[in-house]
């Protein structure tokens, strides 16, 4: 059965800067769709849609969300943010890319920070595998490269991850956690680094089998919410003298 995802991009830089438009000229949304190598009905919601696109019928029926934003993230109302949250807590999985590290979404789910040192110089990115059987993995060598993007350097300030897949090394020396599993309730969250908007980022291979990995991984899996609260016993407590 085909998945639900909505791909939730801010579609500012777009709009503003004629390099990134020139390198998504239908926004990263659009670019994000196009690599996804899933059976899915993709939804496109962005920051100046209504409610940014993320109406009560919209989340109620997406099973992943994917979310790029950068410049704007103050902008995103708490509001649209908390029923963002219970849905994960519910079981919908969510996908934070890049600069979505530092999304009140994100910074809500980790508790932390979330901070972490960074560098536009066109740094090369090794991006290296240390997780092989993870299923975020499957299909990719021991590694790949993306010629040119920003740099993003430890210390990241986050919870450890429950699964760690992937660790970037970069030209001028950092290293960095770029791909982290959690979960938070009923629900998975994966936070994938590259895709700074000036690099066709987007549109590599191997970025785009993580993410139609990642989406595979994040799926709610079939079963309720728990009973949380006072509870009755499943049997008789006997009578202690
Ligand atoms: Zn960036």
């Excluded at 190598?37 to 939804?43: G, I, K, M, N």
């Excluded at 429950?162 to 599993?181: I, K, T, Y």
Aim: charged share 25%; hydrophobic share 40%; aromatic share 12%.
């Amino acid at each position: 059965m085909a998945l639900n995802v909505t791909i939730w991009n801010e579609h500012r830089h777009e709009k503003k800067n004629e390099t990134v438009a020139a390198i998504y000229p239908k926004g990263i949304h659009a670019a994000i769709a196009e690599g996804l190598d899933v059976d899915a009905e993709v939804t496109f919601a962005t920051l100046d849609d209504e409610e940014h696109g993320l109406t009560d019928a919209v989340l109620e029926k997406t099973d992943v969300l994917i979310w790029w934003g950068h410049v704007a993230h103050n902008e995103v109302k708490d509001e649209i943010v908390a029923k963002v949250h219970q849905r994960v807590l519910k079981g919908m999985g969510l996908i934070v890319l890049h600069s979505g590290h530092f999304s009140k979404i994100f910074k809500k789910l980790m508790g932390t920070s979330c901070d972490l040192k960074w560098r536009e110089a066109d740094d090369k990115e090794r991006v290296w595998v240390v997780n092989p059987a993870h299923p975020i993995a499957a299909g990719l060598g021991e590694y790949f490269e993306l010629p040119k993007e920003e740099m993003y350097g430890e210390h990241f300030d986050i919870p450890a991850p429950d699964e760690l897949v992937f660790v970037s090394w970069f030209e001028g020396g950092e290293v960095f956690r770029s791909g982290c599993c959690y979960t938070r309730g009923n629900g998975k969250v994966f936070y994938f680094r590259p895709g700074h908007e000036t690099y066709p980022t987007y549109y590599d291979a191997n970025v785009r089998k993580v993410i139609s990995n990642a989406v595979k991984w994040a799926a709610p899996v079939d079963r309720a919410y728990p009973t949380y609260g006072n509870a009755k016993p499943l049997e008789p407590i006997s009578e202690k003298a």
